[in-house]
């Protein structure tokens, strides 16, 4: 089955830095890669996704980079915000089988400092 | 407004009680997930459902039961049987199976006392 590694498990960055977190995905078939943010307490927000069919998205500060040759895609940040900290998820499915979950990576907890 | 709806937001069982977890959705999404989800491990899928009437264990599926009698709702129980049950239980749902944006409650912190 699909596996998804997510590094670094923690980044601290200053404010107005740009913060970058990578994900490793091990099914070929996979073709749908969401990142969502997740705010103490509360559950995870969709902040952007990508599809296979798409090498790069972007949206304001945030984007997102495949590479299906390596199997990994990124989430980009950039001009970071004190309410950017959070912990962030990436996401893999659409892989081939009967079962086609979204499988999470262990997250990335981000912390912008003023 | 629309939205999935988890309850309660904390919940306290005692070691041998079996608890169950609440998730409404008026999304009218087919499908619905129940996650766990423990310090530094992500969120681990235990049930999901593709439509109602059917239901599919997941990775940590040992000590809960599920049930979909109704699109719009899809409780997760906590048995006697699951051995460390203490988490933080996150639901979702999609507006389909494949490859769609899944939207979450706010979760449920349970603890075992």
């Known amino acids: 089955g699909e596996n998804v590694e997510q590094h670094p498990s923690t980044l601290s960055v200053q404010e107005g830095d740009s913060a970058v977190i990578k994900c490793t995905y091990s099914?070929?078939?996979?073709?749908?890669f969401p990142w969502y943010k997740q705010e103490l307490g509360k559950g995870p927000q969709l902040i952007i996704d990508?599809?296979?069919?798409?090498g790069e998205k972007k949206d304001q500060r945030i984007a997102v980079t495949l590479n299906k040759t390596a199997k990994h895609f990124s989430l980009h940040i950039t001009e970071t915000q004190p309410e950017d900290s959070a912990v962030y998820f990436c996401?893999?499915?659409?892989?081939?089988?009967?079962?086609?979950?979204?499988?999470f990576g262990t997250g990335t907890l981000l912390a912008v400092q003023p | 407004d629309g939205g999935i709806t988890q309850s309660p937001k904390y919940l306290f069982r005692k070691e041998g009680q079996n608890v169950t977890l609440s998730c409404e959705q008026n999304?009218?999404?087919?499908?619905m997930y129940w996650y766990r989800q423990d310090p530094g491990q992500g969120l681990r899928l235990i049930y999901y459902s593709q439509i109602v009437n059917d239901f599919q264990k997941g990775d940590i599926a040992e000590g809960y039961s599920v049930s979909r009698e109704k699109k719009e709702s899809f409780p997760l129980t906590v048995t006697s049987a699951q051995k460390n049950p203490t988490a933080f239980y996150l639901c979702a749902s999609s507006i389909k199976w494949r490859d769609t944006e899944a939207f979450f409650g706010q979760g449920t912190r349970l603890t075992v006392v």
């Open positions: 996401a893999a499915s659409g892989g081939g089988g009967a079962t086609n979950k979204l499988i």
């Open positions: 999304l009218n999404h087919d499908a």
């Open positions: 099914d070929s078939a996979s073709n749908y």
């Open positions: 990508i599809r296979s069919n798409v």
